[in-house]
């Protein structure tokens, strides 16, 4: 189908079904053109239609690819934040541990300061120059 130019003189409004056709050209071809954008109008709308459904259809892709994602990062941060749990539980058990050997240290430093004066007293007492 061959486009006609509109004739001189003819008026649009933006809209096919405002064509002035008051001039002497044939209402055929004004027809034929109406036709020819209205099927041009449709290809255009079936291409903006496909496009959409095609970016509709990556959207949903992305959209579940991002859900994925979230998912296994809140996992990851909750297998972190249990051994976190776990460690700090183990830390608190050390401390107490720890507590009690310092306190075994500090008791064997007293026996031994208290055995070392014995024996310099039993040294001492062994070992006096009588006068």
């Known amino acids: 189908?061959?486009?006609?130019?509109?004739?001189?003189?003819a008026?649009?409004?933006g809209s096919l079904a405002c064509i002035d056709t008051t001039c002497e050209v044939t209402t055929a071809m004004?027809?034929?053109?109406?036709?020819?954008?209205?099927?041009?109008?449709?290809?255009?709308?079936?291409?903006?239609?496909s496009l959409?459904?095609?970016?509709?259809?990556?959207i949903t892709g992305l959209h579940l690819e991002t859900?994925?994602?979230?998912e296994k990062m809140e996992e990851r941060q909750d297998r972190t934040e249990t051994e976190i749990r776990r460690a700090q539980?183990?830390?608190?058990?050390?401390?107490?541990?720890?507590?009690?050997?310092?306190?075994?240290?500090?008791?064997?430093?007293?026996?031994?300061?208290?055995?070392?004066?014995e024996v310099a007293q039993k040294f001492r007492q062994r070992h006096r120059k009588p006068l």
């Open 89 to 117: 539980v183990m830390v608190e058990g050390l401390r107490g541990e720890i507590q009690l050997v310092a306190e075994g240290v500090s008791g064997l430093g007293e026996k031994q300061r208290s055995f070392r004066r």
């Open 52 to 58: 959409h459904q095609e970016n509709m259809q990556q």
């Open 30 to 49: 004004d027809q034929e053109l109406i036709a020819y954008l209205d099927e041009r109008f449709r290809e255009s709308a079936r291409h903006a239609e």
């Open 67 to 70: 859900n994925q994602r979230f």
């Open 1 to 9: 189908m061959s486009m006609t130019p509109l004739a001189l003189g």
């Open 11 to 13: 008026r649009t409004c």
